[in-house]
């Protein structure tokens, strides 16, 4: 049985311009437009899309297709090709989810379920590039001030390549899939060069033995401290910040250390540490060489002595999705002190899918994203 299949796509009636959710969202959610939320808001948002459809108020497209979506960066066209995502159904048992413990959304049929692709030979990002010359316009528009568009590929040749090419590669999902039907998928290949691996930081709080002067004397027999002039509060400190970071990992792996008062410590894990023998360190070497599991296992777990950082709603480890936020937050008090990672390599997260791992949960996001919204998989089909 394909993996990837065509389904019969629900079709909502969209204005030109879709508004951005104020609401804030879980990490790895799709990016929602605020149209969206009275569905989503309902009990059982699958449910009410079902009676949407039966009252005439969604359009149906009887015959299964593939769509694509052309979403472009925030600075417009000018800023590059536009990353292309296959919209497809995914089978209940097509591929394990890339995070051990993956976003879950509220309707499968509605929220698209972001896939990672692996395309090591670009394959499949050449036939999304024929499919858009070749596939008809839905829907042409902005989300967030970046154009979008929406194009129907329909039952050909190309389409059973599409498939063909996804049967044999591997695909990671970023959120759970539904058990029992097929997903609505948003399938990307890792060769897209407009694809962007955002990093999900950690923030700590509530540690009662946590003291700054005792951290950062017993953390340097795992990592050398390197001190940061400029504030990060500002935004030229934070962009020092972020360049000493990438330039600091040539070989070695680095994580910013946030602190009150603006500050920042780069934290460069040293070379030819042994980790197997740490009790919280990954058992997979594949593993062992990402930051966020030295961060679990050298800083998290056995300097600051936390119980299974790793797990879901813990209530000292918080998952932070931009580090401006992770400054405030810990300007404000409301963390005792942050850890900033570097977006994880491409070719990081294609060994992880080779090994067939999983990554620690909240590892990464993705950016850009299609908006959810633009269609949905009829639930009824």
């Not at 039966?54 to 960066?73: H, Q």
């Not at 600091?248 to 603006?262: E, F, K, T």
């Not at 090994?355 to 620690?360: G, K, N, S, V």
Request: net charge negative; with cysteine; proline share 11%.
């Amino acid at each position: 049985m394909a993996r990837v299949l065509p389904f019969s796509a629900l079709l909502p009636l969209l204005e030109p311009q879709l508004t951005a959710d104020e609401e804030e969202v879980p990490l790895n959610a799709p990016p929602r437009s605020a149209y969206i939320r009275p569905l989503l808001d309902r009990m059982d948002p699958t449910a009410e899309l079902g009676r949407l459809r039966a009252a005439g108020a969604v359009l149906r497209d009887t015959r299964p297709a593939l769509y694509l979506v052309e979403v472009y960066s925030p600075v417009g066209r000018l800023g590059g090709p536009p990353v292309r995502f296959l919209l497809c159904a995914l089978a209940p048992e097509a591929a394990e989810p890339l995070e051990h413990d993956p976003y879950r959304p509220r309707s499968a049929q509605v929220e698209p379920t972001l896939t990672l692709a692996a395309d090591d030979h670009g394959v499949l990002r050449g036939l999304l590039a024929e499919a858009a010359e070749r596939s008809s316009a839905v829907w042409q528009g902005t989300f967030e001030g970046a154009p979008v568009s929406l194009r129907r590929i329909e039952p050909s040749p190309l389409a059973r390549r599409l498939q063909a090419a996804l049967d044999e590669a591997p695909l990671r999902p970023l959120a759970e899939l539904d058990e029992q039907r097929p997903s609505l998928a948003a399938v990307v290949p890792l060769s897209d060069p407009g694809l962007h691996l955002e990093p999900v930081h950690r923030a700590i709080s509530g540690l009662e033995t946590f003291d700054e002067e005792t951290f950062l004397t017993l953390v340097t027999a795992y990592a050398r401290v390197h001190d940061l002039e400029e504030p990060l509060t500002t935004v030229k400190g934070r962009a020092v910040a972020h360049e000493r970071l990438a330039t600091l990992v040539r070989g070695q792996h680095a994580v910013l250390l946030v602190l009150p008062g603006g500050r920042g410590k780069i934290l460069r894990f040293r070379q030819g540490l042994d980790l197997a023998h740490l009790k919280g360190a990954p058992r997979s070497p594949t593993l062992r060489s990402l930051d966020l599991a030295l961060l679990n296992a050298l800083v998290l777990r056995t300097v600051l002595g936390i119980k299974d950082p790793e797990a879901p709603a813990h209530p000292n480890v918080f998952a932070v999705g931009h580090v401006e936020e992770l400054v405030r937050g810990v300007e404000s008090g409301v963390y005792q002190a942050g850890f900033a990672l570097n977006p994880p390599p491409l070719w990081e997260v294609r060994a992880v899918m080779e090994a067939a791992q999983t990554l620690p949960s909240k590892t990464l996001r993705v950016e850009p994203a299609p908006p959810t919204g633009l269609l949905f998989l009829d639930p009824e089909a």
